[in-house]
């Protein structure tokens, strides 16, 4: 061990965060940016294990979210409440908020960026679905925030 905190070294560090990073979408350098701790010491991390609790039951629970609601067809996702659908800025707020390009965000929804960025400069709005899906998981990114 490390530093106080640290777990002994375990290869399910590794796969931990590698998975956790495809699911939620994220390159290193934003998990990085997102938690708190160097890129460096993610590394290290994946190399050598000793990933620090708070970290891992922080990616655990954003994993959970993304594994949850994986695209706006997921039958987890169903369209309703109150708010209206989002329109440009309410995507980029949470593109600010979750942490994905507006190229990713477009490939998620199954559609190029150029013309996503059209529709919503245009003043149209996301359909409920997509809406709501987004929504779902702007909540769990502001539910759990870095370690």
């Known amino acids: 061990m490390d530093k106080p905190g640290e777990r002994p070294v375990s290869h399910g560090d590794a796969v931990l965060i590698g998975t956790a990073l ?3 979408g994220w390159p290193l350098q934003q998990l990085s940016r997102r938690s708190g701790y160097g890129r460096h010491e993610i590394t290290r991390w994946m190399r050598q294990g000793g990933m620090p609790e708070p970290f891992r039951a922080w990616l655990i ?15 987890t996702v169903r369209p309703g409440g109150n708010r209206p659908p989002l329109g440009r800025w309410g995507v980029l707020r949470i593109q600010l908020v979750i942490g994905w390009s507006e190229r ?3 490939g998620y929804l199954g559609e190029h960026r150029t013309a996503l960025r059209r529709r919503l ?15 779902l998981l702007e909540d769990g990114h502001r539910l759990y925030p870095r370690p």
């Open 104 to 106: 990713q965000l477009a």
């Open 22 to 24: 495809m699911r939620i």
């Open 121 to 135: 400069d245009a003043g149209e709005t996301l359909n409920a679905r997509e809406s709501r899906w987004l929504e």
């Open 61 to 75: 629970a954003l994993q959970a979210v993304h594994v949850r609601y994986p695209s706006p067809l997921a039958i």
